[in-house]
Antibody
């Protein structure tokens, strides 16, 4: 069974940092692309960024609002995706989900999601 | 960036109704269009991918169509479990973007 389990959320002050983790199981983690998607309270989902698999180049893409502040990494030996978030501001308050798909055929999509972890940025 | 515009933003419907939601991309995205359903407190769930392909396990009352810039999600006969918010999402180019959502509630 495919499982994605996020952790690391919490309350942080503006300007602070937080590191989220997404532990994966039930599939060959290294073969697939993974994304972070966030959802602010009462708003729609917003893509944060993605890490392609090494066999597809291993490139990382970010959304403009987080570029330069957030860093996505992955540890294929630990089946874990990370999101390092620096210089947090109140607009980063959201539930953060990791998501993936196992088809390896276009178009990219997210058929598996974690339960999400809440990040609250507030003084 | 590719902007995704959904309409309507909300609608009220009854069980058994046919419901149509549209999504327009600001530029051509071929068929790189996915639809998600989200219920309160839950992560989005994939309904359709590649504009018209039904995700495994999704009831056949859901269908999708379109290519290029204009797309449609149809629920042929609305069921109680279908009351939710629906989002389109393009995966043609980064940044990957979502539509604003369509909330379907009970009339």
């Amino acid at each position: 069974e495919v499982q994605l389990v996020e952790s690391g959320g919490g309350l942080v002050k503006p300007g602070g940092s937080l590191r989220l983790s997404c532990a994966a199981s039930g599939f060959t983690f290294s073969n697939f692309w993974l994304s972070w998607v966030r959802q602010a309270p009462g708003k729609g989902p917003e893509w944060v960024g993605r890490f392609k698999s090494k066999i597809d180049g291993g490139t990382i893409d970010y959304a403009a609002p987080v570029k330069g502040r957030f860093t996505i990494s992955r540890d294929d030996s630990e089946n874990t995706l990370y999101l390092q978030m620096n210089s947090l501001n109140t607009e980063d308050t959201a539930i953060y989900y990791c998501a993936t798909d196992l088809s390896r055929r276009p178009p990219p999509r997210w058929s598996y999601w974690g339960q999400g972890t809440l990040v609250t940025v507030s003084s | 960036d590719i902007q995704m515009t959904q309409s309507p933003s909300s609608l009220s419907a009854s069980v058994g109704d046919r419901v149509t939601i549209t999504c327009r991309a600001s530029q051509s995205i071929s068929n790189y269009l996915n639809w998600y359903q989200q219920k309160p407190g839950k992560a989005p769930a994939l309904l359709m991918y590649a504009a018209s392909s039904l995700q495994s396990g999704v009831p056949s009352r859901f269908s999708g169509s379109g290519s290029g810039t204009d797309f449609t999600l149809i629920i042929s006969s609305l069921q109680p479990e279908d009351f939710a918010t629906y989002y389109c999402q393009q995966s043609y180019s980064v940044p990957l973007t979502f539509g604003g959502g369509t909330r379907v509630d009970i009339k």
